[in-house]
Structures are given as structure tokens and as C-alpha cells.
């Protein structure tokens, strides 16, 4: 549904999306991410990264549950999330064919 629901993503690389249209909004939603690199918890269980993201303003804030390489971990981070925040509101617009943004 365009108001909440879940992408499923094989390429570029593989995502599960799951999100949320914020209340009031059609451009706002929250998103729990998940990907091959994902954090494990002590009991196995894989933890999401998850982020609230304004599609019409590129405006993402995030809690980033990925496996981070050694180095440039901030650039990466923030590399990561810009593409995952991307990448799901042109899925997102596609998909619902709507110019919400």
C-alpha cells in the first residue's frame, strides 16, 4: 500500500524495506532496512537499520545496523544511507506512479 507496506529489492544489491507513511503526510515516512550485512543481536536475531526520511526533501536521520568496514566509517555511513534513503523514495514514487515529490 502506499501508505505502509514493504519493497523487496534484489539488485543493485539486495534490501528489504519495510516503511511507514508518517500521519499527516504524503512525502514522510519511517523505514527499517535490512541487508546481507545487517547486525546480529546476542540472540541471533538480525537488527534493522532504520531511518525516518522526507522524500521531497532529501532529509534523512538514521540509526545505521550495518556491518561498518575498518576504515572511513562516517563516509561510509553516511554514503550508505543516502543511497538506501534514495533508492527507496524513487522505489517508492515509481511503484505508486504518484508526484508526491
Not at 501508505?3 to 544489491?13: A, I
Not at 522524500?55 to 563516509?75: D, G, I, T, W, Y
Request: glycine share 4%.
Amino acid at each position: 500500500m502506499e501508505k505502509y507496506g514493504y519493497f523487496d529489492v534484489n539488485k543493485p544489491e539486495k534490501y528489504v524495506f519495510s516503511y511507514a507513511r508518517a500521519v499527516g503526510s504524503k512525502t514522510e515516512f519511517g523505514v527499517g532496512v535490512t541487508t546481507p550485512t545487517q547486525a546480529m543481536a546476542d540472540n541471533g536475531l538480525v537488527v534493522p537499520t532504520a531511518f525516518f526520511i522526507d522524500c521531497k526533501n532529501q532529509r534523512v536521520s538514521f540509526n545505521l545496523m550495518q556491518e561498518l568496514p575498518a576504515e572511513h566509517v562516517e563516509k561510509w555511513s553516511l554514503e550508505t544511507m543516502a543511497y538506501q534513503a534514495k533508492l527507496f523514495c524513487h522505489l517508492h514514487k515509481k511503484f505508486f506512479k504518484h508526484s508526491n515529490w
